[in-house]
């Protein structure tokens, strides 16, 4: 079992009477589902629709703990305490005490102390634990973050702040219509009309794929163009594989047409990871 601290996340708990009521009606995700689970994947979107922030969250004795990325912890926890107005929760920020691990490549469980649970999005992906950052030391093969991202690059899973910007995205844009990250039948969230239009509407024109290429990849944020346009830009980068987010209608006209996608000097090939629901749309799809 490989395992490493995620020094890239945060760690925030929400709890009190009103917990539950106070979420369900704010995140992406079904709490009621979270509840039954145990864990589960979501967002807190602008009213536009767009994602703000994006999360794991666990369920735990105390009410619930977010697993989220550290350099907007402080935000969260802002916009968080915006919304409590009289709501009976607490919002409190545990960064400094606890922390996220992530295991992979087993079949069970780790045993270690805290808060374990598999992750949501995707079953390759392993576990999380968020545990206390005193007297920490599980047994197994001590990885580093590398080597997570790598994993998680091979599986086609994006993640905030490499792959995608905050404000910028929706969430099919970023594929949590197939992460787990929606729900579609509990009822109003921030944001949810907006998501629910393009969901029914079929209407998601960029999305994250995956990325590789013969030689190593250029850093991420490099732009990805097809001739003279820009389609999109590579995200997570691991040696000769990485993540991009794109037109998927102006990459798909690309390859039929036989274009080379470049990202800096290198020549892409594009695929859909396999547990992706959508397709490449057809060579007419494009549209300005």
């Not at 995620?6 to 369900?24: C, D, M, P, T």
């Not at 967002?43 to 009410?63: E, M, V």
């Amino acid at each position: 079992m490989a395992f490493c601290e995620l020094s890239n996340r945060a760690v925030v708990r929400i709890s009190g009477e009103e917990a539950h009521h106070f979420l369900q009606g704010l995140v992406t995700n079904d709490m009621a589902a979270v509840d039954e689970q145990g864990a589960g994947f979501g967002a807190l979107l602008t009213p536009q629709g767009k994602i703000l922030f994006d999360f794991l969250i666990a369920r735990d004795s105390d009410g619930y703990l977010f697993d989220t990325p550290k350099a907007t912890v402080a935000d969260l926890v802002k916009r968080f305490s915006f919304y409590k107005l009289r709501a009976k929760v607490e919002v409190a920020n545990l960064s400094d005490s606890h922390m996220v691990v992530a295991f992979w490549d087993a079949e069970t469980a780790p045993d270690v102390a805290g808060t374990v649970f598999a992750d949501p999005r995707h079953a390759g992906l392993g576990y999380r634990a968020i545990v206390e950052r005193a007297g920490f030391a599980p047994a197994g093969d001590t990885a580093d973050v590398d080597a997570y991202t790598a994993h998680r690059v091979a599986i086609g899973v994006p993640e905030a702040g490499v792959d995608f910007d905050y404000g910028e995205v929706f969430p099919h844009d970023v594929d949590m219509d197939f992460l787990a990250g929606l729900s579609f039948a509990k009822g109003c969230f921030v944001g949810q009309e907006v998501v629910s239009r393009m969901q029914h509407r079929g209407t998601a024109r960029r999305r994250v794929v995956k990325a590789s290429a013969q030689a190593d990849l250029p850093a991420p944020g490099t732009a990805i163009t097809a001739g003279e346009k820009t389609i999109g830009s590579l995200g997570s980068v691991a040696g000769t594989d990485g993540l991009a987010l794109v037109r998927i209608d102006r990459a798909k006209t690309a390859m039929d047409a036989g274009t080379p996608l470049l990202s800096g000097d290198a020549e892409l090939t594009l695929s859909i990871p396999d547990w992706a629901g959508f397709g490449w749309p057809g060579a007419d799809a494009e549209s300005a």
